[in-house]
């Protein structure tokens, strides 16, 4: 099914199941432990293995000499895997260095070896028995040493054009009334998921099968067959549960790898899972960013020149943090330019974390949006309303957005929160010994779009049947892909069953960028209409005329059982959605204000979030409740980037030194007692034909902002480089 044309009215109108809020269909399985994730393969692959990866212990050089004599005679190993013997590698697509070193290290904690044995204790033991001479070399592990070398990375990477340019900012920003002009930076952040990167393999023949965690399934079989140098076909990939990605898990990583060579290695299925320790170093993470904004308006806060740059460093052929992306669409400015540049790191690879790009570019753009409030002397809510823009401003009225309603936003959720009760003036708000201050920012994340599958049948009971490669990586995608279904097809959610994440089924758009929920679910509607007429022409009623609803389907004064039109065979169709170009002739994005409280104590500087509100526009809601869940875990996620969470880097070294749960900081429920969140009513019909977007990354864009903008209206302190820990705050007051 072609989507060129905006949507008009459909069967998911009708708003029976979707858009309502519905328990996960796949929670009971979840907490009564039958929910099968990839390290737990028991009933797949009997008498597996364990491998356990040894990392690389320098950043950059190479392997002088490998001795396994030790590791090989220790109790229970069967084989140990090094690039010696993994026979020729590839480099998957979607990899920046490969994922098994040897005798090049790339960085830090890169595979040199898996050694497997017959229990998890073996591996692990014989691995610290695995001994390895380096020829080091130097690498560059600064950042801020390498922003003056860095340079503009290639055209057509993700995110577009790494530089923007509209009228004449220079000149502009120069004759402005009010100019901010400030640099903000950002840390190295780690996904931090619940569940480990993990994967079991087993062979049969020249067929490999590997169940993993991983969020896009067909991206990764593409990965695995280049990577071994064997056809797509011999390559089936499971991933039906995964404990979160955020990111991390989009792409092969050396645990699937490895597993699938220690399995053809030892002739019996092996497993892999990193420890808590390796995964920072080993995979991937958000790189830090160092960003200037400079914005330049009238008296009023009005915006006529605005300017974002952004710094970001990667390993050899990586890409940058695009984080003036969303700089490029959300206030108004004739005048405007946003520029990207990448550095040479030698630290782990950079990629996709939650919201790449505008999660760290608005903890610095929304933090300049209140400075410009506060020399402007206009309330920060006010000024955003102010600087609205209903077309894309680096285009013009020629690109309008789809749907905006960041101004619905402000004020619902100003009103909501009580945001006439902040105080202008800093420092001014008390509570025994805590300072108390508000602050507020703007959410926006672009809304992406992908083709996607799905496969759908009635069986002869009337049971309904949806197969696509979608995966659920804890965002709900079973539960609205099978709302989807009962909509389309007129049965109750319990009538239908979902299975995921296997790559025998047709292939979906995948989880991640925000794209999966709509995407999908768009592509189960392709097919449910493909159905549809299936099941009209064998009951001989015009499909156009035809009512699904109760298990029939009904025409004038006549009805049939779906499952009778069955029968004992079933009956099936398949069908993709394609996006045409209205997200090219349209802009197409999802909004929200974030509002939060935040108490400053007055002797230690200990910063506690009392409250976080938000008011969010993203479509149709498809499941209220999951939604819902999707956002506070973003706005939680958010409070982390603003108050706790860094990988530290060792400069020396090159490595990321905190590289676990006790080490690196995130938030807890604790942490923050009261979330509120509002979806705005909102149906956009150039999205797709469930005139819904993303909502699992927007939670998370501007809500470290707001949580910084309260912080400074408590105390009257502005820190522009994350996170806000209590030292800083301490130094700046002392200042």
């Known amino acids: 099914m072609k989507f060129d044309t905006p949507a008009g009215l459909n069967p998911i109108d009708k708003g029976r199941v979707v858009g309502k809020a519905h328990d996960r269909i796949d929670g009971a399985a979840k907490v009564t432990g039958t929910a099968p994730y990839a390290y737990e393969r028991h009933d797949a692959a009997p008498n597996a293995a364990y491998g356990w990866m040894v990392g690389s212990g320098v950043a950059r050089g190479r392997i002088a000499a490998m001795d396994l004599r030790a590791a090989e005679a220790a109790p229970g190993v069967l084989g140990i895997v090094t690039h010696a013997n993994a026979g020729k590698l590839g480099k998957g697509n979607m990899n920046t260095a490969p994922l098994l070193g040897g005798p090049q290290i790339d960085h830090y904690d890169q595979a040199v070896a ?15 028995l695995v001994r390895i001479d380096y020829t080091s070399e130097g690498g560059k592990f600064d950042l801020a040493a390498e922003q003056a070398n860095a340079v503009k990375p290639p055209e057509g990477g993700f995110g577009g054009s790494p530089d923007t340019a509209v009228g004449d900012f220079d000149g502009a920003f120069a004759k402005a009334a009010v100019k901010v002009d400030q640099n903000y930076s950002t840390p190295d952040h780690s996904h931090a998921m619940l569940e480990p990167h993990a994967s079991t393999a087993a062979w049969n023949g020249d067929k490999l099968t590997l169940w993993t965690s991983n969020q896009m399934i067909a991206w990764t079989v593409g990965d695995v067959a280049k990577t071994l140098g064997i056809p797509k076909a011999n390559v089936r990939l499971v991933s039906p549960y995964i404990g979160g990605g955020f990111g991390a898990k989009l792409f092969l990583r050396a645990d699937a790898l490895l597993a699938a060579l220690g399995a053809r290695q030892v002739g019996r299925p092996v497993k892999v899972a990193l420890a808590r320790h390796q995964i920072p170093n080993n995979t991937t993470h958000r790189p830090a960013t160092i960003q200037r904004i400079r914005i330049g308006a009238d008296k009023d806060g009005v915006i006529d020149a605005i300017g974002h740059e952004v710094w970001s460093g990667d ?29 040479t790191l030698n630290l782990p690879e950079g990629n996709a974390m939650r919201a790449p790009g505008e999660a760290v570019g608005l903890l610095a753009l929304e933090v300049a949006m209140d400075e410009l409030a506060e020399a402007c002397g206009v309330d920060p809510v006010e000024l955003r309303i102010r600087n609205d823009v209903q077309y894309d401003p680096e285009a013009g009225t020629q690109r309008p957005f789809s749907s905006r309603k960041l101004v619905e936003c402000m004020r619902a959720g ?4 009580g945001w006439n009760k902040r105080q202008e003036k800093p420092g001014q708000v008390r509570d025994g010994r805590w300072m108390v201050g508000m602050g507020v920012a703007s959410a926006f994340r672009n809304n992406l779009v992908g083709k996607s599958g799905a496969r759908i049948g009635v069986d002869a009971k009337g049971q309904v049947i949806v197969e696509t490669d979608m995966t659920d990586i804890g965002t709900g995608s079973y539960t609205i892909i099978a709302q989807t279904a009962a909509e389309m097809m007129g049965v109750p959610l319990e009538a239908v069953t979902v299975r995921l994440g296997d790559s025998r089924f047709p292939v979906s758009a995948g989880s ?4 999966g929920a709509n995407s999908s679910t768009a592509g189960v509607y392709a097919a449910a209409m493909a159905l549809r007429a299936k099941l009209a022409e064998k009951a001989g009623y015009s499909v156009d005329q035809a009512e699904f609803e109760e298990g029939l389907i009904r025409h004038e004064n006549k009805s049939q059982t779906l499952a009778a039109l069955a029968g004992r065979e079933g009956i099936w169709a398949e069908d993709s959605i394609e996006f045409g ?47 819902r869940s999707q956002v506070i875990g973003a706005m939680t996620m958010g409070a982390g980037s603003a108050l706790m969470e860094t990988l530290d880097v060792d400069t020396r070294f090159g490595f990321f030194v905190n590289h676990d749960m006790a080490e690196y900081l995130v938030p807890v429920h604790a942490d923050i007692p009261e979330q509120d969140v509002l979806f705005i009513e909102e149906l956009d019909d150039k999205s797709s034909p469930m005139k819904a977007k993303g909502v699992g990354e927007l939670g998370i864009c501007g809500a470290g902002a707001a949580v910084a903008n309260a912080i400074y209206n408590a105390t009257g302190i502005r820190i522009r480089d994350y996170p806000l820990t209590i030292d800083k705050l301490l130094k700046a007051r002392a200042a």
């Open 414 to 417: 100003a009103e909501r929160f």
């Open 114 to 128: 898996l050694v497997i044995a017959d229990t998890f204790e073996n591996a692990r033991d014989a691995a610290k």
């Open 512 to 515: 991640g960028g925000q794209w």
């Open 315 to 343: 390993l050899p052929g990586g890409g940058p943090e695009t984080a003036a992306q969303q700089t490029r669409l959300l206030y108004r400015g004739a005048n405007r330019m946003t520029a990207h540049r990448l550095a």
């Open 581 to 627: 170009d209205l997200d090219k002739r349209y802009a197409q994005a999802t909004f929200g204000a974030h509002f939060c409280e935040v108490g400053v104590d007055m002797d230690t500087a200990e910063v506690r979030i009392r409250r976080m509100g938000g008011a969010f526009a993203a479509g149709r809601i498809l499941n209220p409740k999951s939604a």
